[in-house]
């Protein structure tokens, strides 16, 4: 079932291509994948605030994590961003939300 992408920096939303909103939906879904006791997709929001910290709700369950994923997750999304047109340097907050169409 396709997903619905949508992703904001700065607060301000950034709109996304059929090949960057696919791109985010595989890298947040290895991300998820990769950490302990998670499932499949159906609603997921995951925000990288001002101070760096990450916040995953995952099927409106909170995902916690320790500070070595924490550090990846957030390396990670900030390399995914910068690059996209419209986004400014400054990348907080990153606000990635997907969703079962």
């Not at 607060?11 to 998820?32: K, N, Q, S, T």
């Not at 320790?66 to 606000?95: D, H, M, Q, W, Y």
Request: glycine letters at 8%; aromatic letters at 4%.
């Amino acid at each position: 079932m396709p997903k619905r992408v949508s992703l904001a920096v700065n607060h301000v939303p950034v709109d996304l291509d059929y090949f960057v909103a696919g791109y985010i939906e595989r890298v947040v879904g290895g991300i998820i994948a990769s950490l302990h006791d998670t499932g499949e997709i159906e609603a997921l929001e995951l925000i990288v605030d001002s101070e760096g910290r990450v916040r995953i709700s995952l099927n409106n369950a909170d995902v916690s994590l320790k500070e070595f994923p924490v550090e990846i997750i957030r390396s990670t999304l900030e390399g995914v961003v910068a690059p996209l047109k419209g986004v400014e340097r400054v990348l907080n907050p990153i606000e990635i939300r997907i969703e079962t169409g």
